[in-house]
């Protein structure tokens, strides 16, 4: 079975322009989170995806916007890029929300996203 | 609100010596636990969880990490280090009421041979 992908693995973009980041899930899963990763921050939660509908958000702008696609592929967006918003961002799948022994994350290897 | 603490957030450790990366968490209510380990630009894989049973866990690579519901920790120790061992390790946690996995700040591991 593949891995979580994404796509691209590096970015780099202004400061005011708007980037678009893709997840492709392991086949089967339903849900996608993503995250920001920075130095000394660790992981920030943005939002998850389970169905085309966002279950959870983040405490994020709403320059940051996301969404599932009916085959389960996510998007991640910003609007509006700052310096600050320069980190990696991960992908998450896991086969269903729902509690259980199968409780566990699949990372992609990320976007190294750098606004300059 | 709930979060999840790792209070060092860099530990060196000799090759062949035992380890403990500490870990608590804000709530003592039903918990999922996990350790995550992440090597050099790749993503996180996971060592191992605790959902249930004996608070004692067993992962991946000799790690294993005990679960303290009254001291709301999980900490992760494995007894004789490798220098493959390099890496950043985020505990997680996941409230059962509340479907979102959050991460701890993260602590990098460094072996020195």
């Known amino acids: 079975k593949a891995g979580v992908t994404q796509t691209p693995r590096y970015l780099i973009k202004t400061r005011g322009q708007q980037v678009t980041l893709s997840c492709s899930p392991i086949?089967?899963?339903?849900?996608v989170s993503w995250y920001q990763q920075t130095p000394g921050q660790g992981l920030q939660f943005l939002f998850e995806?389970?169905?085309?509908?966002?279950?959870n958000k983040g405490n994020f702008p709403g320059r940051f916007s996301g969404r599932q696609f009916s085959n389960s592929r996510s998007e991640m967006n910003v609007s509006t890029l700052e310096l600050g918003d320069s980190a990696l961002y991960l992908c998450?799948?896991?086969?269903?929300?729902?509690?259980?022994?199968?409780?566990?994350?699949?990372f992609g290897s990320g976007t190294q996203l750098s606004v300059l | 609100a709930q979060s999840v603490t790792q209070l060092d957030s860099q530990v060196p450790v000799f090759e062949e010596a035992p380890v403990e990366l500490r870990c608590n968490y804000s709530s003592s209510v039903s918990v999922y636990l996990f350790w995550y380990v992440q090597y050099p630009n790749q993503g996180l894989q996971l060592l191992l969880k605790y959902l249930s049973g004996s608070t004692l866990v067993k992962g991946i690579n000799g790690f294993e990490a005990e679960f303290n519901k009254s001291q709301t920790s999980f900490h992760l120790r494995k007894p004789s280090v490798h220098i493959s061992d390099t890496a950043e390790y985020f505990c997680a946690v996941k409230w059962t009421s509340y479907d979102k996995v959050i991460f701890g700040p993260g602590t990098s591991l460094s072996v020195i041979p």
């Open positions: 086949s089967g899963h339903r849900s």
């Open positions: 995806y389970f169905s085309e509908t966002q279950r």
């Open positions: 998450a799948s896991s086969p269903t929300i729902i509690q259980g022994n199968d409780e566990k994350l699949f």
